[in-house]
């Protein structure tokens, strides 16, 4: 499975942005999707997910801001960012997990300026 993502840039404080993950392969509405993002000098971190069956789980600090959505028929998995904030900056990953299998993008890069 190889993951490319897109959208990402350059944002003011309260814009928004739209990523997009496309994945190669006819596994991908089996697998569990999910954006991970990483600032300078911090851990990488989940920000979003939806699994196969369609449920979604957020972080904390996105929930009601945020939105991931999949379309299994384009495989691919979308991240709608709405009232972006500074920390919401680094760079975000798209990830694919299915049992024992873990796959991940290059990362794109968002910037949030204050």
């Known amino acids: 499975v190889q993951l490319v993502e897109s959208g990402g840039g350059l944002v003011q404080a309260g814009g928004s942005l739209r990523l997009s993950c496309t994945a190669s392969?006819?596994?991908?509405?089996?697998?569990?999707m999910g954006w991970y993002r990483q600032a300078p000098g911090q851990q990488r971190e989940l920000v979003a997910e939806v699994t196969s069956r369609g449920s979604t789980n957020y972080a904390g600090s996105v929930k009601g801001r945020f939105t991931i959505s999949r379309d299994n028929a384009k495989n691919t998995v979308n991240l709608q960012m709405n009232s972006l904030k500074p920390e919401d900056s680094g760079v975000y990953y798209c990830?694919?997990?299915?049992?024992?299998?873990?796959?991940w993008g290059q990362g794109t890069q968002v910037t949030v300026s204050s």
């Open positions: 990830n694919s997990k299915t049992i024992g299998f873990t796959y």
């Open positions: 392969g006819d596994i991908f509405s089996y697998n569990d």
